[in-house]
């Protein structure tokens, strides 16, 4: 049995920036942040602490937002069932054939939160949440649903998410 909690959604870095980058920028549409909050609070969504590192990365109001308001949901990603899954996700992308070296490379970087994000959601058995999309073509970097697909394990967009939670933050 897995040590890991179980949350429906767990949210790749890429939905917090370009939410906050664009759509939902925090002076535009604070609801979107609050209703991520409620959400997390409802144990609906979460994060990895590999996507918490990214974003700790940058020096903006995100970063902020994320250490004063939704630090607690980044989930620890060091047990053992998450890191074997982790190995098995980064075995499968060394041996994929259709990915240049350097595309493997900087998806096995530590660092790198894609590998870790699909790993916690095989563990927790949760719907990956990345505005990244399926693209069977590329070669120069793996998609998050290219390993998602391997792996069957569901994955949908930040607006696919929201309708699912009834999450409106414009009303």
Known sequence: MSQVSKFNYILDTNVFIEA???YYAF??????????????QLGNVRSIDHVLREIN??????????????????????????MKAYSQIIDWSS????YTDKAKN?????ENADAWV???ALVAK????TLEKL?????????????????????????????????????
């Open 135 to 171: 693209n069977d073509n590329v070669t120069k970097r793996i998609p998050i649903p290219n390993a998602c697909e391997v792996f069957n394990i569901k994955y949908i967009n930040t607006f696919e998410m929201m309708r699912q939670l009834h999450m409106m933050p414009l009303e």
């Open 20 to 22: 906050y980058n664009s």
């Open 27 to 40: 002076d535009l549409v604070p609801k979107f942040w609050q209703m991520l909050i409620v959400q997390a």
């Open 57 to 82: 990365s940058g020096d903006d109001d995100l970063q902020r937002w994320v250490v004063s308001e939704f630090n607690q949901w980044f989930e620890n990603t060091e047990q053992h069932d998450i």
């Open 118 to 120: 699909v790993a916690y």
């Open 95 to 98: 041996d994929a054939g259709n």
């Open 106 to 110: 900087e998806f096995a970087q530590f």
């Open 126 to 129: 949760s719907v990956v949440v």
